[in-house]
């Protein structure tokens, strides 16, 4: 199937995301040889839903609320807080100032391993 046909098909079933972007993902994957159209577009929308859930858990519990905005603190706080969501920890860490960092190794020497 075609880019063009996979986008229309997108628009008509009331997906924001782009399929041809997921479908390009999916295939990154050396498991991956083929994909469906109905695996594509259930993908497309489970991630979509799942997007929407971890942005609206993020601004419900996040510091933005009065100015409605949604700030990367917000995201990482709720990844790092929410049980659900503890497998993004890597892919959305809190951000640390590196003075802060540089104190934290003082405190916390790492011993090197004897070789």
Request: proline share 3%.
């Amino acid at each position: 199937m075609s880019g063009d046909n996979v986008n229309h098909a997108s628009n008509s079933k009331g997906i924001s995301l782009p399929m041809t972007r997921v479908k390009m993902i999916m295939k990154s994957s050396p498991d991956v040889s083929s994909i469906n159209q109905e695996a594509l577009l259930i993908t497309t929308k489970a991630t979509e839903l799942f997007v929407q859930y971890l942005a609206l858990s993020s601004f419900n519990n996040g510091s933005g609320k009065d100015n409605k905005t949604l700030l990367y603190s917000d995201l990482a706080n709720t990844v790092e807080g929410t049980e659900t969501f503890q497998f993004l920890t890597d892919i959305l860490p809190k951000k640390i100032f590196a003075r802060d960092y540089l104190k934290l190794i003082e405190e916390n020497p790492i011993e090197e391993a004897d070789n």
